[in-house]
């Protein structure tokens, strides 16, 4: 059986439950490497995954015998067998995050369910520090996305429109190796950068532009996620006080990013620096990276304490936005090692002008 | 007020319920044209749509005071607030289809709603039909995917990889209007084109390859979706019966296609034809295509009766797959009308042979 199954196997049967049934597609690609429409259930002595004809052959060819995973199409599944999977079991887990309410209910009826138990995202916890093998295809995204911001500073030219930037970013990661974008790409010139979820839009880029660019790709399904402030052809003097305050503090979350730190009072810093210079801090400071752009923890003053651990893999992000004029955002993706945050995005954060 | 809200109110009000809670982005994308995150809440006389800081500054600039809209920033929702958005509601609506487990719970609590009663995809089965405005989308969306496949056959040439192929859709697409793919693109050559849902690989595509070809793009939120099977320098005698009657099916389909015609009927035809030649039909025929690449209606046999009406958007995709060896799908794009089915994914569906 594989390690990560048998890690949950554990991990269940010591919350006293005797089965579980995973619905996450993110959580069963993390636990079984399968990438289908499909559902993960952990039956008292078997793991068997149900999806449909479009997809048998394809899991089939992803899993081994070592797997310890029974393939099973939907349409051969009886009424009797569902309500065998759960036969013996008192306590049957789910994912309450992510079940839906209709399916929630179908489920109790179907698998005839004593108690059907919430599972508080045991697997989103465990997927918060990354092996070994996950953070070498997250440094790769990563480095992939500092060659395609190198790749933009040759590339974008006044005239060019925020679309066209955003495809060739996408462009690029197509035809250096990734798998993809990791999300939607943002590219937001001028007073378009205040809007910090700005889609790109058909506006052309002028002299004297602040232009922001949030971009990230997947490589083997895990993400990078970066974002740089740069300008054309000079730097407003209004805008420089922005640009360093948010730096110093994106500067100085890197430091205090380490191995035991406590995020709330990291956010909380940032936030009361913000403040005193009578800027809002209206989105959290950061996010995990992994198999989802956005997972756990989220690095925020809003939660309670939370403490990073080694291998956790976060963002670093802070950013102001004064409506309607512009915003600065500066990104990092890191790994919290033993001695600090390792900056897994190289790229250059001193004032990039392109003329 | 828009009047799809204005729909809606009436809708929920005609099912006793005095307010109803949209989550599903989709869903709030068709009623209001938002793309961000965030809820929307149909109050006893206003409509509340509560987002976060990061997207206030678009979502305001996307709505009018015609829309009737209140945008909220969720920080500033306080715990009164939340009691009294359905104060005097004795049922209140919510989609049980989207909306998870946890966060059903969480806002009966957090809203004191006496009785949270589901909805039964009443905005689901609205968006099957689609207005003049959403059809023309679909249309433009269609012509850049014909653009894209006659692009592709000057294009791929033997050596090149199935992912090579991928990118160049992906590619076309983001260099000609589209937003961006509709789903991930399926290009499934030799013996992967026996996967219904395979991912496009490394394998080099070489003479006699069969290749299956699943693409789509996105223009202004709405999704085309086409497949076409072509080969490499021949067509392999095995594969002609098989090819013959896919297409065959395909084309019967289409004059079935009518405004008034029953799906599981028509799906029950196509699969009893496959079984005398002794093939079975592992997916269903269709689906709906909309701001969704697979919306409602789903076109199976496996359900109870479903009649197509005028204006709804639906794909016909019949395929054969025969295990390790090869497969054959052929899928169009439709809008169904008064006189039957208008194809708006044009390709020729005869034989093509690229040298």
Chains 1, 2 share one sequence.
Not at 102 to 115: G, H, V, W
Not at 224 to 244: C, E
Request: with cysteine.
């Amino acid at each position: 059986m594989n390690h990560k199954i048998k890690w949950l196997r554990d991990k269940i049967s010591r919350m006293d439950m005797q089965g579980m049934i995973i619905t996450n597609p993110t959580n069963i690609k993390y636990l079984i490497g399968v990438d289908a429409e499909g559902i993960l259930l952990l039956t008292r002595k078997e793991n068997v995954y149900i999806t449909d004809a479009r997809y048998l052959e394809k899991v089939n060819k992803m899993l081994t015998i070592d797997d310890g995973i029974i393939v099973t199409n939907v349409m051969d599944v009886s009424k009797d067998d569902y309500e065998n999977f759960f036969l013996f079991c008192e306590n049957v887990g789910f994912e309450e995050n992510h079940l839906t309410y209709a399916k929630y209910k179908e489920y109790i009826q179907k698998y005839k369910i004593n108690n059907f138990v919430e599972t508080e995202n045991i697997i989103e916890k465990q997927r918060m520090i990354k092996d070994s093998y996950e953070i070498e295809c997250i440094k790769k995204a990563c480095e992939i996305t500092d060659n395609c911001f190198k790749h933009l500073l040759t590339f974008i030219k006044k005239g060019m429109t925020e679309k066209q930037i955003a495809w060739e970013i996408e462009n690029y990661f197509l035809l250096n190796g990734a798998d993809g974008v990791a999300f939607d790409t943002i590219v937001a010139s001028g007073p378009n950068s205040s809007m910090p979820h700005a889609v790109p839009t058909e506006r052309k880029i002028v002299s004297g532009d602040i232009i922001t660019i949030d971009f990230g790709c997947k490589y083997k399904g895990y993400c990078s996620d970066m974002t740089r402030t740069i300008f054309i052809d000079f730097v407003q003097d209004y805008i420089k006080p922005v640009y360093d305050l948010v730096l110093k503090n994106q500067e100085l979350t890197l430091k205090e990013y380490y191995d035991g730190a406590n995020v709330r009072i990291i956010s909380k810093m940032v936030e009361n620096d913000f403040k005193l210079n009578n800027f809002d801090f209206v989105h959290s400071l950061g996010h995990g990276v992994g198999l989802d752009i956005h997972e756990e923890p989220i690095i925020t003053s809003k939660r309670g304490d939370f403490l990073l651990r080694e291998n956790m893999v976060i963002t670093d992000e802070p950013g102001i936005y004064i409506s309607s004029k512009f915003g600065v955002r500066i990104e990092d993706t890191v790994v919290i090692t033993k001695s600090g945050a390792e900056i897994l995005t190289k790229s250059t954060k001193d004032y990039v002008v392109i003329e």
